[in-house]
T-cell receptor
Framework: GAVVSQHPSWVICKSGTSVKIECRSL??????MFWYRQFPKQSLMLMAT?????????EQGVEKDKFLINHASLTLSTLTVTSAHPEDSSFYIC???????????FGSGTQLSVL | GEDVEQSLFLSVREGDSSVINCTYT??????LYWYKQEPGAGLQLLTY?????DMKQDQRLTVLLNKKDKHLSLRIADTQTGDSAIYFC????????FGKGTRLHILP
């Protein structure tokens, strides 16, 4: 079945550094990818919708200059957390929309811990 | 905007059926999904249904859609310990909105 690969699975970084998370659709082309953030024991919060070749659409309250999203190809979207701070520590999940039925597939998530 | 509601907890005895319910507000939702999340993991697509369908069955899973009441349910037959997880329903119109998830606990 369709697979979405998200990398890295976990990352620990110092405050003030930037972290890039990659999301790849392995066997299908994804014109649309989504980025979510999940706090412990809470639901998924949609951060932004990413369409290939165009600027991402950010949800209200999400800083686009802090969470840079690039969707340069039909199989790759990246999320860069710039100048990370401890409050950015969270579980980030990407998803890709693809296939004839436009199913939504998820990556395995990235646990970001900012010290 | 779209609102998706589901109960937060459900306890079921092993071998019984589990029914997880979800309600939504946007009648123009076209696709409706059920996802399973195990601890520390991403989301696994369990099943989905189009808005022009009333029911979909896939092995132990049965999805029922009542468009009039905007109610979606997931029934898991013969619930096993491996079914213990958080189940999210999600609905899609121009974006995909998730419920808060239902934690399914299996009693021995």
């Amino acid at each position: 079945g369709a697979v979405v690969s998200q990398h890295p699975s976990w990352v620990i970084c110092k405050s003030g550094t930037s972290v890039k998370i990659e999301c790849r659709s392995l066997d299908f082309q994804a014109t649309t990818m989504f980025w979510y953030r999940q706090f412990p024991k809470q639901s998924l919060m949609l951060m932004a919708t990413s369409n290939e070749g165009s600027k991402a659409t950010y949800e209200q309250g999400v800083e686009k200059d802090k969470f840079l999203i690039n969707h340069a190809s039909l199989t790759l979207s990246t999320l860069t957390v710039t100048s990370a701070h401890p409050e950015d520590s969270s579980f980030y999940i990407c998803s890709a929309l693809g296939g004839v039925d436009e199913k939504l597939f998820f990556g395995s998530g990235t646990q970001l811990s900012v010290l | 905007g779209e609102d998706v509601e589901q109960s937060l907890f459900l306890s079921v005895r092993e071998g019984d059926s589990s029914v997880i319910n979800c309600t939504y507000t946007d009648s123009s939702s076209t696709y409706l999904y059920w996802y399973k999340q195990e601890p520390g993991a991403g989301l696994q697509l369990l099943t989905y249904i189009f808005s022009n369908m009333d029911m979909k069955q896939d092995q132990r899973l049965t999805v029922l859609l009542n468009k009039k009441d905007k109610h979606l349910s997931l029934r898991i037959a013969d619930t096993q310990t491996g079914d213990s997880a958080i189940y999210f329903c999600a609905v899609r119109d121009d974006k995909i909105i998730f419920g808060k998830g239902t934690r399914l606990h299996i009693l021995p």
